[in-house]
């Protein structure tokens, strides 16, 4: 809500994602429980980062949890598609998948690794009184609190941990953190608040 104006949003929790996709007994072999460094040969001159677990973040995080805890990199992906090309229909999903999954399984639809887990509000209804630079900032705003909403249960779990079975059958506690966004150029633009076109500098 911002200023008495309502978004409707449709979201799921994105732990029970998490623990769906861990516990599911078709990625029990595919599963990837620690970070690793890869390199091209035995000098360990060239390091190879081709998945999640060779990266650094996942090795930084895992160096500050508890004994036996193991990290899971959460990946959110929103793509905001026309259903139609004359109505101008459109809708805006959110996705979900995770770091410990092989990447080249995430594009699999086959799969099932990259879930849906929210429906954005695609309403061009935002105020009729407002300015069209007013109408950005509320599109913006309602970008973020709605993301907040639908993010807020992996706030706690990744304080915390959870524990949660896993498809080979062990229980194991597990830290969720948000790993990475992907959303293409006009959307990196509004979650970024730059402007479509113009460049900036960072």
């Known amino acids: 809500m911002i200023e008495n104006w309502i978004a409707a949003i449709y979201y799921r929790n994105p732990c029970d994602i998490m623990q769906s996709l861990l516990g599911n007994p078709a990625f029990a072999n595919d599963i990837v429980y620690r970070p690793k460094k890869i390199f091209t040969d035995s000098s360990k001159s060239t390091r190879i980062c081709n998945e999640m677990w060779t990266g650094d973040l996942w090795h930084s995080v ?105 498809g080979d059958w062990h229980v194991r506690c597990v830290y969720p953190i948000l790993a990475c966004y992907v959303a293409d150029y006009p959307e990196q633009c509004l979650v970024t608040c730059c402007k479509d076109g113009v460049k900036t500098t960072i």
Not at 108 to 135: D, F, M, N, P, R
């Open 62 to 166: 895992q160096d500050k949890l508890p004994e036996g805890a193991m990290v899971v990199p959460v990946i959110i992906a929103t793509d905001k598609t026309q259903l139609t090309q004359f109505s101008g229909k459109t809708a805006y999903p959110v996705y979900m998948t995770l770091g410990n999954i092989l990447h080249l399984m995430h594009c699999k639809s086959s799969q099932h690794a990259c879930v849906l887990i929210a429906y954005l509000s695609v309403s061009k209804s935002v105020g009729k009184e407002l300015t069209k630079k007013q109408k950005s900032a509320r599109v913006q705003q309602i970008l973020y609190n709605s993301m907040r909403v639908v993010l807020e249960p992996l706030k706690e779990a990744e304080k915390h941990g959870v524990e949660v079975i896993f």
